[in-house]
């Protein structure tokens, strides 16, 4: 039998489960194994954050080489950030950085251990594949939405992260330990680094305000189709990882907001003239047409020229799995606005 996976957790995310109380779900001796993990965690953060390049100028100086891509869960992020990240000059914080940032430290990144599949669908993730530094953040104290996988019972307690409010705060010190583990990440022969986590999405204000010099690009896709697939990314995530039980509703109830929230950022966003000036494609229109658009994509961001590198990485949009069937109840509403506002975005470029 497997044992159970763990996320990397350092001390603020173990006291945040800690105030759970005792779990339903599985032993009690689980939560003890993430408090001492947690003990030896943090002394490696702690080196993360005073040696090497996290104690050196920040290596992208606002923002300049940082492509950030933003979407909503489950809108094409992760194939994005694969595809670009094959660009000359390109890097990404990797599986294994993210998984467990302590490893930074590692003269050498870990060793490959084959591929395995995501628990809410059938693409392969490697060790060295492109990974979202979410992961890496709520391990290393920032507060995210993540943490519903562990409890899923207290999402409601994270609906505040969903308020771009939040992350403009006078508290920076997120974006310091963002600042850390890229440069942790990159490598000195990329002068890009494509940074992606649709959490960021809720903290674009910040960001851009921090990174005036940063390039954000938008995928959209289907409301429809980002209802149906969250709520099975969602129930996965909690399966595996939760040490409590999902109560009925409450992934659902959460989603709701999450999606309410994305349509009034991206409303306000559009009102304010901000994708006139960013790129902000369709996930139904790459699947369809990948060099139709990423060709252009690829100038607009300043890549190398697309011929070297470009007609390559075709085959792998070719090759990604299909959804599958999984019906589940929708609030249409909700769905029909959010279609209407991305349908209008994709309308200006």
Known sequence: MNPRPLLAAGR???????????????????????RWRALWLEPHFALLRGTGPGTQPFPFPEGEGLIFILGFWRSGTTLLHELLTEAPGCGAPRTWQCMDPSALLLSRGKASSGAIQRPMDRVLVSNDSPQEDEFALMAMGVPSVYRGFLDPRRLPELEALLDPGFWSS???????????????CRRKDQARMVVKSPNHLFRYRALAARYPRARFLWILRSPQELWRSNVVM????????????????????????????????????????????????????????????????????????????????????????????????????????????????????
């Open 234 to 349: 969602w129930r996965a995530m909690a399966e595996r990882y939760g040490l409590w039980n999902a109560p009925g509703g409450e992934i659902e109830d959460f989603l709701g907001k999450a999606l309410s929230a994305y349509g009034d950022l991206i409303g306000q966003l559009q009102a304010e003239g901000v994708f006139r000036e960013q790129s902000a494609i369709s996930y139904e229109a790459l699947v369809a047409s990948p060099e139709a658009v990423l060709r252009p994509l690829a100038d607009r961001l300043g890549l190398d020229a697309w011929e070297p590198w470009g007609p390559a990485i075709l085959s792998r949009i070719e090759a990604r799995p299909a959804p599958q069937d999984r019906p589940v109840l929708a609030p249409d509403l909700l769905l029909d606005h959010v279609k209407a506002l991305q349908d209008s975005i994709l309308l200006e470029r």
């Open 170 to 184: 006078s508290d920076t010190s997120w974006l310091k330990s963002l600042e850390c583990f890229l440069s942790w």
């Open 12 to 34: 603020d995310l173990v006291h945040w489960a800690r105030q759970g109380g005792r779990p339903d779900r599985v032993p009690p001796s689980v939560l003890w194994l993430y």
